[in-house]
C-alpha cells in the first residue's frame, strides 16, 4: 500500500507543479528541401556534338577491304582470322540498332551514341541494320556507304563484316569493338 501511496503523491505534486502550465499550439515546422543539382544541359549538348562531330562523311582511308558491295573492314595491326570469324558468326550479338527511316545526320549521332554506349558497358559484338536502300531515291543504299565511313573513323571499332543472311544480310552490319 505505501507503494500506491507514494505513486498518488507523486502525481499530486507533478499535478501541482504544472497547474498553471498552457499546452503549446502544435506548430509544424517545415523543412525546405535542398535544390537539386543542376543538370548540365550545355555541356551534355556539347558532348553530344562532339559524338555527332566525330563521324565524318567524307572519311575514305586507303585500306578498306570491301570486295564488290559486301562491307568488309579491318583495322591495321589485327589479325585477318577476325574477319573470317566475325563473317561466320563466332562472336555473340550483344546489343543492335536500325537505323531505317533516319536521315543521316539522325542516323549519325546515333551510331555515335550508341558505340559510346557500348564502350561503357564492355559490349564487344555488335549489329547495325542500315538498311538495303530500297527506299532512298535512286535505290541506293545511301546509309550504308555512309556507316562505313563512319565506323572506320571509330577507335574503339575493331572490325566489321556485312551479316550473314539470318542477321540481316546486306542490309546490316556486325562490329567488333575494342574490349
Known sequence: ???????????RLFLDAVKDVRPLKPSRLYHQAPNPKPIPKQFLRDERQAL???LSDGYIPAHELESG?????????????????LRRGHWV???????HGMVSDEARLYVAEFLAH????????????????????NREPVLKHKLRNWLMQKDEVIAYAQARQQDGGSGAVIVLLKA
Open 1 to 11: 500500500m505505501a507503494d500506491h501511496d507514494d505513486k498518488d503523491e507523486e502525481n
Open 69 to 85: 558491295e559486301e562491307l568488309l573492314y579491318l583495322r591495321d595491326g589485327h589479325s585477318p582470322d577476325i574477319l573470317s570469324k
Open 118 to 137: 557500348c564502350k561503357k558497358r564492355g559490349i564487344r559484338c555488335v549489329r547495325i541494320i542500315h538498311g538495303k536502300g530500297l527506299s532512298s531515291r
Open 93 to 99: 550479338v550483344q546489343a543492335a540498332i536500325d537505323l
Open 52 to 54: 555527332a562531330d566525330s
